[in-house]
């Protein structure tokens, strides 16, 4: 289980997520973005770090979830790989279908991702963090990409079918159930598929995703309220469920 886009733009609807979590025994893996949209440097919120210092030693992982949380500008779609970066449709896909330009590892080069992952981490460890893992906004990146954190010595990344231990070169399926609210049918299809797609867990691990939008809906805070309880019931762990990298792939 997974709280996204961790920012102290999103504060309020992030402790509800996780007072929410909590009161269902599970102790969500937080997705920290160092700046997102370059409006919010955690480093500047120092209650904001001790808060999230608190979580992580309470038992919750911090991944790294992208730098900005935003593709960067772009004039040109055409072609589909040039120095690495996704172009044409399949950037169009994964910036503008399954996000709002926010699938940062999309299309960067391969210098580009290394910037961006020096930025962040370097973010975190200002902030006094701990980083357990990597994963990209939209749950989108290169297939490269795995080398790149496994020479950086991560445990743990993700997309959306797959759990990943670059560094030990590792994997395993993994069904992720999470909701996506900035349209009407986007919110019922996923609200949907969730309520469809939950006995397929029996198959592989699920992960469960929240997004702070997500507690905006009260329709959604209910779907997340029935995803834990379901959670708790199939979880192996004897007394919470707790995204962990090791976990999911042992």
């Not at 999230?52 to 979830?65: A, K, P």
């Not at 399954?98 to 200002?126: I, M, N, P, Y």
């Not at 990409?145 to 030990?168: K, W």
Request: charged letters at 25%.
């Amino acid at each position: 289980m997974s709280i996204h886009d961790v920012s102290p733009l999103f504060r309020p609807e992030i402790e509800l997520a996780v007072d929410l979590a909590r009161a269902h025994g599970a102790k969500p893996a937080l997705l920290v973005v160092p700046n997102f949209h370059g409006r919010a440097l955690i480093t500047e919120d120092r209650d904001f770090c001790g808060w999230l210092r608190s979580l992580q030693e309470d038992g919750h992982e911090v991944f790294l979830h992208g730098f900005l949380h935003a593709s960067r500008p772009d004039e040109t779609l055409h072609g589909v790989v040039r120095d690495g970066r996704a172009r044409g449709l399949t950037r169009y896909f994964a910036q503008r279908v399954v996000s709002a330009h926010e699938a940062e590892f999309s299309d960067v080069s391969r210098t580009e991702a290394q910037e961006r992952l020096d930025a962040g981490e370097r973010v975190l460890k200002e902030a006094g963090l701990r980083i357990d893992g990597f994963v990209p906004p939209a749950w989108s990146m290169p297939s490269w990409m795995l080398s790149v954190l496994a020479a950086r010595g991560y445990r743990f990344s993700e997309d959306r079918l797959t759990v990943y231990d670059p560094a030990g070169a590792r994997r395993r399926p993994s069904l992720v159930l999470n909701y996506a609210t900035r349209t009407p049918m986007r919110l019922f299809s996923t609200v949907a598929f969730c309520r469809i797609a939950t006995p397929l867990a029996t198959f592989a691990p699920a992960r469960i995703a929240i997004h702070p939008s997500d507690m905006r809906f009260a329709l959604i805070r209910n779907e997340v309220t029935r995803l834990l309880v379901w959670g708790k019931g199939v979880s192996t762990a004897p007394t919470t469920f707790v995204h962990e990298a090791r976990a999911l792939l042992d």
